[in-house]
């Protein structure tokens, strides 16, 4: 069975570079992306019209006063939110289909109507915060998804994987003080948004559900895999949960330009099989969400890579060496995970 692709017009029209010329976060990210699956037959998945998360919905993990505020500044033509994000007229619209495309997907995975999907959607979330809207992001649409499943679907057990270069602040501190989202985050530190080190482990009844696997820049493949393989992986499998999210960032790329990790392509696919495998053990859906990727021809060929790896049959890779730097980085999360989980 091949994937679900959802996705909306309506996130093209979102753009910051009205207010702000240059900002990085152009709609030619999506439209270039869409077009090189386009070419590639949309890689024979199915293709589904995002529909609108609704308000109540989004206020699954927001505040009201944080929605309302949203499509009240949008609806007077919009301004800045902060020197990074913006929103114009047709960004809550953007927005709510965004945040609606991942509510949807999680539906139909857990509807079993197929194992794995994607959301080719913007503006990003992961950064949004349950009353902010914050880089990028005007709403955080993979917390909409876990809240959803969590709420409306009957489901007491969702993972969130957030393998963007930058942390997902918004999505950790939603679910910071919960169990029902088990949420793990391999990013850059120091960078943008300066939250994310290893001792933010949640708290309350949800202490030891977040793990923040902060890397040095400069970071390559193998420390994130070590994180992955040694961390991540094992306390998701202890978990169990009944479906998979990950906030899929391609901004951990060796040639984007708003960080400064070593990934490659091949690093995004090798990471998708390990959790493919991860869900397929586990028997559960899982869903990718857009989130950052600024280099837009490295964008389109991430996506391009990673989609056939989420739902084909190619095995793991033998992560490469550790350097003794790496070795102990690795060791410390490893560590720092053991007081809640068997890694």
């Not at 959803?148 to 393998?163: C, K, N, Y």
């Not at 999505?171 to 793990?184: N, P, S």
């Not at 070795?327 to 410390?332: H, I, P, Q, S």
């Given at each position: 069975?091949?994937?679900?692709?959802?996705?909306?017009?309506?996130?093209?029209?979102?753009?910051?570079?009205?207010l702000?010329?240059?900002?990085?976060?152009?709609?030619?990210?999506?439209?270039?992306?869409?077009?090189?699956?386009?070419?590639?037959?949309?890689?024979?998945?199915?293709?589904?019209?995002?529909?609108?998360?609704s308000?109540?919905?989004?206020?699954?993990?927001?505040?009201?006063?944080?929605?309302?505020?949203?499509?009240?500044?949008?609806?007077?033509?919009?301004?800045?939110?902060?020197?990074?994000?913006?929103?114009?007229?047709?960004?809550?619209?953007?927005?709510?289909?965004?945040?609606?495309?991942?509510?949807?997907?999680?539906?139909?995975?857990?509807?079993?109507?197929?194992?794995?999907?994607?959301?080719?959607?913007?503006?990003?979330?992961?950064?949004?915060?349950?009353?902010?809207?914050?880089?990028?992001?005007?709403?955080?649409?993979?917390?909409?998804?876990?809240a959803?499943?969590?709420?409306?679907?009957?489901?007491?057990?969702?993972?969130?994987?957030?393998?963007d270069?930058?942390?997902?602040?918004?999505?950790?501190?939603?679910?910071?003080?919960?169990?029902?989202?088990?949420?793990?985050?391999?990013?850059?530190w120091?960078?943008?948004?300066?939250?994310?080190?290893?001792?933010?482990?949640?708290?309350?009844?949800?202490?030891?559900?977040?793990?923040?696997?902060?890397?040095?820049?400069?970071?390559?493949?193998?420390?994130?895999?070590?994180?992955?393989?040694?961390?991540?992986?094992?306390?998701?499998?202890?978990?169990?949960?009944?479906?998979?999210?990950?906030?899929?960032?391609f901004?951990?790329?060796?040639?984007?330009?708003?960080?400064?990790?070593?990934?490659?392509?091949?690093?995004?696919?090798?990471?998708?099989?390990?959790?493919?495998?991860?869900?397929?053990?586990?028997?559960?859906?899982?869903?990718m969400?857009?989130?950052?990727?600024?280099?837009?021809?490295?964008?389109?060929?991430?996506?391009?890579?990673?989609?056939?790896?989420?739902?084909?049959?190619?095995?793991?890779?033998?992560?490469?060496?550790?350097?003794p730097?790496?070795?102990?980085?690795?060791?410390?999360?490893?560590?720092?995970?053991?007081?809640?989980?068997?890694?």
């Open positions: 069975m091949n994937g679900l692709l959802y996705s909306h017009p309506a996130c093209l029209e979102h753009d910051p570079g009205v702000s010329p240059g900002h990085p976060d152009t709609p030619q990210r999506l439209a270039t992306l869409e077009r090189a699956l386009a070419e590639h037959g949309w890689l024979g998945w199915e293709r589904r019209s995002a529909p609108a998360a308000e109540a919905q989004l206020e699954l993990v927001h505040s009201a006063e944080h929605v309302r505020g949203v499509r009240e500044l949008c609806a007077h033509g919009g301004g800045a939110i902060d020197p990074d994000t913006f929103a114009m007229e047709a960004s809550f619209r953007a927005a709510t289909h965004a945040a609606g495309a991942s509510l949807a997907l999680a539906g139909a995975l857990l509807a079993g109507e197929a194992q794995a999907g994607f959301c080719a959607v913007r503006p990003a979330g992961h950064h949004a915060e349950r009353a902010r809207a914050m880089g990028f992001c005007l709403f955080n649409n993979v917390a909409v998804a876990a959803g499943a969590l709420a409306e679907l009957d489901l007491s057990r969702v993972f969130v994987l957030d393998w270069v930058h942390h997902g602040n918004g999505t950790a501190e939603i679910f910071y003080a919960r169990r029902d989202v088990l949420f793990a985050s391999i990013h850059q120091p960078l943008y948004p300066g939250s994310g080190r290893t001792q933010e482990r949640g708290s309350g009844e949800g202490e030891g559900y977040t793990l923040n696997l902060p890397v040095p820049p400069g970071s390559g493949e193998a420390l994130w895999l070590g994180l992955l393989d040694r961390v991540v992986l094992p306390a998701a499998a202890a978990y169990e949960p009944q479906l998979i999210l990950i906030s899929a960032g901004d951990g790329h060796e040639r984007d330009p708003l960080a400064n990790c070593c990934l490659t392509t091949r690093s995004f696919v090798e990471m998708t099989v390990r959790v493919r495998e991860l869900a397929r053990t586990l028997g559960v859906g899982v869903g969400v857009l989130e950052g990727g600024y280099n837009i021809p490295v964008l389109a060929e991430c996506v391009l890579a990673t989609l056939p790896a989420l739902t084909g049959d190619e095995q793991p890779g033998v992560a490469a060496a550790l350097a730097r790496e070795e102990e980085l690795v060791a410390g999360a490893v560590a720092q995970a053991r007081n809640s989980w068997p890694v």
